[in-house]
């Protein structure tokens, strides 16, 4: 069994909750309401600029040409996305380009959690890490696409970007990639993945919960 069949055989728990959280289900419906889905954009500008980042150290410390060219590559797409939601998004969603922008509790910790991974961590793990943000969003993109109940859904735009043809191409690399290192490394570290792969998974549910539960910094 290789190790991203076991991965997500092990999340699968909380994919399921994912495809049945209340912000996807809207999200597929183009029910959500617009607040939560700015709140959702705004964080997520805020993670894909760390984001970037992780992909891009993780190129850094890659031994394998190839794979450093390619996470180089998705760290500059992350960052491209990152610059087309204040571009576009924001616009289409009454946001201002100029906004600045908090990062909240949920946003703060995931994003500290891939950086001190790809900071503190062997290679392997921060590449195990990194998957479910690139994996999940494909699942959940390719699940509203097969079960969409809605035309003119104000949030198509954001949905054909996670079910489309070039950013599966990028999930299909990453998992290669983290299949084969995980086939060279030892069973301590393969643990230590999978325990990365468990966690970032988590926080993407808390992500978009976080967005449809309005979570804050709690100043009293």
């Known amino acids: 069994m290789t190790f991203t069949t076991k991965a997500w055989k092990t999340i699968a728990p909380i994919y399921d909750d994912i495809i049945n959280m209340p912000f996807i289900k809207e999200l597929r419906n183009g029910t959500l309401p617009i607040e939560k889905f700015q709140f959702y954009m705004l964080q997520d500008a805020k993670y894909l600029e760390h984001f970037g980042r992780v992909l891009a150290v993780i190129g850094a410390k890659s031994e394998d040409n190839q ?16 610059r ?24 703060h ?14 290679i392997e793990v921060a590449l195990a890490a990194v998957l479910p943000c690139f994996w999940i969003y494909k699942e959940v993109g390719d699940e509203i696409i097969k079960n969409q109940s809605k035309e003119n859904n104000p949030y198509q735009k954001w949905i054909d970007t996670y079910s489309g043809e070039d950013f599966g191409e990028g999930v299909k690399k990453a998992k290669q990639y983290v299949d084969k290192i995980a086939e060279e490394t030892t069973d301590k570290i393969k643990t230590q993945m ?3 792969f468990v966690k970032a998974s988590e926080l993407e549910f808390q992500f978009w919960n976080a967005a449809y539960e309005n979570i804050t910094w709690n100043r009293k």
């Open 67 to 82: 794979q450093a060219i390619d996470f180089f590559e998705f760290g500059k797409n992350a960052l491209i996305v990152e």
């Open 84 to 107: 087309a939601l204040h571009e576009s998004y924001f616009q289409d969603f009454g946001l201002a380009q100029n906004i600045s922008i908090e990062t909240q509790p949920v946003c």
């Open 109 to 122: 910790h995931y994003s500290h959690f891939l950086k001190s991974t790809v900071t503190f961590e062997p």
């Open 194 to 196: 999978l325990e990365a």
